[in-house]
């Protein structure tokens, strides 16, 4: 079989749509079932062996898998098969369009782009160098992750494992060997309406809000003096939205907020929320804290195997290798506790993710394929270690 030139795959992989159906209200749109639906016989007609995991209804999870199940090393990439919306795209957003050497269209570098690069390293030299190395190389397609890391947690629950593992984002080619963990909610206060003539017979909801948001900020300073590490920086935390009130002459009995707290290897959801419940227990009325989403940190040793071989990868393909960290979650979160070593990386900046505009640079996507080949061809004579 005879793979395809990288932009052709793009493009075929940019007109599949698959946007998030949290996202998106529009059927035609929604889901990433059709892009199982070509990938499944793609990577059958290259002798990968195809397996759906299909924990939520009508959102299957893809496993492709090559060389022997017992074999001594397993090295697992991971591609996320959801985009964003495309309410106010620029121009038909699944139709690739080619300006000046870049490639654009909603997953153009998040990530499809990155996804596009590992299909066209699958040639067959360097299949028949995977499988003389007798490696395990397992691909998963995973759902959902635009709002949580639902598929990689499915694909874990259903055992997938693996030595190594390579999460495919648009990071400029940068190796990111550890990233923070997000942990997204709301937390509200409640009071008593009433007329604003005489607002001393209501309870104002609002006015609670400063004691929350100033628990909230001594939690994260505490967590702070906890946990360190030496190149993520400390946890951080953003007030993104506020509401409250129905109207300028009513007592409010609601306000809400919704918060973006970043964490720390060592730090979870699930403590940081207890924290929180154990602070504001004297809040008058109480106040409600609900989760809206999670996502985990990871760490790998920037000297450890995998990203020193995958940056060699890069420097024989041209490509300054550079190792950092980053802000932002991936599903790496998830996939790390099973997975042994583990690294985020691919073609395409992250800059343009989500935007009106989505497009990877073609010398990038072209790079993020050589680089693949080169990791996959030297897997026999670069081992684990």
Avoid at 170 to 199: L, Q
Avoid at 210 to 236: C, K, N, Q, Y
Avoid at 298 to 309: E, G, K, N, S, W
């Amino acid at each position: 079989m005879t793979i395809p030139p990288v932009e052709d795959l793009l493009r075929d992989l940019i007109a599949i749509p698959s946007v998030n159906p949290e996202l998106d209200g529009e059927e035609s749109r929604r889901g990433e079932r059709r892009l199982v639906e070509w990938l499944e016989p793609w990577f059958a007609a290259r002798r990968f062996r195809t397996r759906r995991i299909e924990a939520t209804p009508g959102r299957p999870n893809l496993t492709a898998t090559a060389g022997p199940d017992d074999a001594p090393r397993t090295v697992l990439f991971e591609s996320h098969l959801d985009t964003v919306g495309v309410d106010g795209f620029q121009g038909d957003p699944f139709a690739m369009r080619d300006d000046g050497g870049r490639l654009y269209g909603r997953g153009a570098c998040d990530t499809k782009g990155p996804l596009a690069a590992f299909l066209a390293a699958l040639d067959d030299d360097t299949l028949a160098a995977v499988s003389a190395a007798g490696v395990r190389l397992v691909w998963l397609g995973a759902i959902g992750e635009e709002t949580g890391n639902l598929g990689a947690e499915e694909a874990a629950a259903a055992g997938i494992r693996a030595d190594e593992c390579i999460v495919l984002e648009p990071t400029e080619g940068r190796i990111v060997h550890a990233h923070k963990g997000a942990c997204w909610f709301r937390a509200a206060t409640r009071g008593r309406a009433a007329h604003g003539s005489d607002p001393a017979r209501g309870d104002n909801a609002i006015l609670k809000m400063p004691a929350v948001w100033r628990a909230i900020e001594t939690s994260v300073a505490a967590a702070a003096e906890a946990f360190t590490h030496p190149d993520l920086g400390p946890p951080t935390v953003s007030l993104g939205t506020i509401r409250g009130g129905t109207g300028i002459n009513i007592v409010p009995d609601r306000c809400e907020i919704q918060v973006d707290r970043r964490f720390l290897p060592g730090e979870s959801c699930d403590g940081i929320l207890k924290d929180l419940h154990r602070r504001l227990a004297d809040v008058p009325g109480g106040v409600e804290i609900r989760l809206v989403k999670e996502g985990r940190a990871f760490h790998t040793d920037a000297q450890a195997a995998l990203p020193r071989r995958l940056g060699a990868a890069l420097a024989a393909a041209g490509v300054e290798p550079a190792c950092e960290t980053a802000a932002w979650c991936s599903d790496a979160g998830v996939l790390a506790p099973v997975c042994g070593q583990t690294v985020v990386w691919g073609p395409g900046s992250i800059a343009q993710a989500h935007t009106a505009d989505e497009f990877i640079e073609r010398d990038s996507l072209q790079a993020g394929t050589e680089t693949l080949r080169r990791f996959l061809r030297h897997l026999a004579s670069e081992p684990a270690g």
